[in-house]
């Protein structure tokens, strides 16, 4: 009997082995089986596959030579570059618009490049790109055209236009430092940094040395934008022997400057305003004129020892001379 009843148990044990049925009994799982939606795409085939799908393509625009986003030391250093190379495409568009329809040497590229030949007729040389400390829009620069050893600083205007920085006002104009059909108003650092070379250019005429050792405004009043230089030029007096000349130059805001309480007709449209040294025209004395900047007026004043007073004694106004050469740097 029991005999029988093992060997029904064991018959029993072993249905269930052969049926799946042992426990632990799994837990329910959905069906991997899904209706395909009436909205959905069967799967594709093999064949379908070699066949490409289309495809979205957004035409997205190359950048022109002229949209190159350059910082603004690199866009001044981007500009010389181009100049001494000739490849004066790549400097003239880097120019701002608003210059190219003001200055009459800006209006086509064929007038930027006659101009850029005489300036920089052997090519040039540059150091020290940087952003003026008092002055965020204006890149200085010390350049030494081709063919010269001396390094003179330059200044650079830049404007943000369109998204990116662009050249203002490109160059100083030799006998015009500022063009008066240029819209854009000039800060007092900007029209120093002109009477700086304007200053060169006129006492190099009377002294050699300059054009080897040029004047330099310095920043004399950091609160006011006063500038201030001074030098000593090799004059022959009228009694034939050569005499050092002391001459000094400030440049600022009348308020701190200082007015002058003569004046004369320096041109049509500009007084020339001065004082002699005890009102001694054979003295020297302070001459200059007003220019302005906002509702700010600004003075250059000269002052001249007696050595240039003794060379300049046939002139009805011994500053007459001086500050003719210096004018050009302010438009009236």
Same mark, same amino acid.
């Given at each position: 009997?029991?005999?029988?009843? *093992?060997? @029904?148990?064991?018959?029993?044990?072993?249905?269930?082995?052969?049926?799946?049925?042992?426990?632990?009994?799994?837990?329910?799982?959905?069906?991997?089986?899904?209706?395909?939606?009436?909205?959905?795409?069967?799967?594709?085939?093999?064949?379908?596959?070699?066949?490409?799908?289309?495809?979205? !393509?957004?035409?997205?625009?190359?950048?022109?030579?002229?949209?190159?986003?350059?910082?603004?030391?690199?866009?001044?250093?981007?500009? #010389?570059?181009?100049?001494?190379?000739?490849?004066?495409?790549?400097?003239?568009?880097?120019?701002?618009? %608003?210059?190219?329809?003001? %200055?009459?040497?800006?209006?086509?590229?064929?007038?930027?490049?006659?101009?850029?030949?005489?300036?920089?007729?052997? $090519?040039?040389?540059?150091?020290?790109?940087? @952003?003026?400390?008092?002055?965020?829009?204006?890149?200085? !620069?010390?350049?030494?055209?081709?063919?010269?050893? !001396?390094?003179?600083?330059?200044?650079?205007?830049? @404007?943000?236009?369109?998204?990116?920085?662009?050249?203002?006002?490109?160059?100083?104009?030799? $006998?015009?430092?500022?063009?008066?059909?240029?819209?854009?108003?000039?800060?007092?650092?900007?029209?120093?940094?002109?009477?700086? #070379?304007?200053?060169?250019?006129?006492?190099?005429?009377?002294?050699?040395?300059?054009?080897?050792?040029?004047?330099?405004?310095?920043?004399?009043?950091?609160?006011? *934008?006063?500038?201030?230089?001074?030098?000593?030029?090799?004059?022959?007096?009228?009694?034939?022997?050569?005499?050092?000349?002391?001459?000094?130059?400030?440049?600022?805001?009348?308020?701190?400057?200082?007015?002058?309480?003569?004046?004369?007709?320096?041109?049509?449209?500009?007084?020339?305003?001065?004082?002699?040294?005890?009102?001694?025209?054979?003295?020297?004395?302070?001459?200059? *004129? *007003?220019?302005?900047?906002?509702?700010?007026?600004?003075?250059?004043? !000269?002052?001249?020892?007696?050595?240039?007073? %003794?060379?300049?004694?046939?002139? %009805?106004?011994?500053?007459?001379?001086?500050?003719?050469?210096?004018?050009?740097?302010?438009?009236?």
């Amino acid at each position: 009997m029991k005999k029988l009843l *093992f060997l @029904v148990l064991f018959a029993v044990a072993v249905a269930g082995c052969l049926d799946g049925s042992s426990t632990p009994t799994a837990t329910p799982q959905a069906s991997a089986t899904v209706q395909a939606s009436p909205l959905s795409s069967p799967l594709p085939s093999p064949e379908a596959t070699a066949t490409p799908s289309p495809t979205v !393509v957004i035409d997205v625009p190359s950048p022109s030579p002229e949209a190159t986003n350059y910082s603004k030391e690199e866009l001044v250093s981007a500009y #010389l570059k181009a100049v001494d190379s000739r490849n004066f495409e790549k400097a003239y568009s880097l120019v701002s618009r %608003d210059f190219k329809e003001e %200055d009459p040497d800006a209006r086509t590229l064929a007038k930027f490049k006659s101009r850029m030949e005489k300036d920089y007729a052997y $090519g040039l040389n540059f150091t020290g790109v940087e @952003v003026a400390k008092e002055n965020d829009r204006e890149v200085l !620069v010390k350049i030494t055209k081709g063919g010269s050893t !001396v390094q003179q600083k330059y200044g650079f205007i830049v @404007v943000f236009e369109s998204g990116f920085w662009k050249l203002r006002i490109p160059y100083p104009t030799p $006998g015009l430092y500022y063009n008066a059909n240029v819209s854009f108003l000039m800060r007092s650092s900007e029209i120093a940094r002109l009477l700086e #070379l304007a200053a060169n250019d006129y006492f190099s005429t009377l002294d050699s040395k300059f054009k080897s050792e040029p004047i330099e405004l310095d920043l004399f009043d950091k609160a006011n *934008f006063v500038y201030y230089a001074s030098g000593i030029a090799r004059l022959k007096r009228s009694d034939g022997l050569m005499r050092d000349s002391k001459f000094e130059l400030t440049f600022g805001p009348s308020y701190t400057v200082g007015g002058l309480s003569n004046f004369a007709d320096l041109l049509p449209d500009r007084k020339l305003y001065f004082e002699y040294q005890d009102g001694i025209k054979a003295q020297g004395g302070h001459g200059g *004129f *007003f220019c302005y900047y906002n509702t700010t007026k600004l003075i250059l004043k !000269v002052k001249l020892d007696l050595n240039f007073a %003794d060379m300049f004694s046939y002139e %009805d106004n011994i500053f007459k001379p001086v500050v003719s050469g210096l004018n050009k740097i302010c438009p009236t």
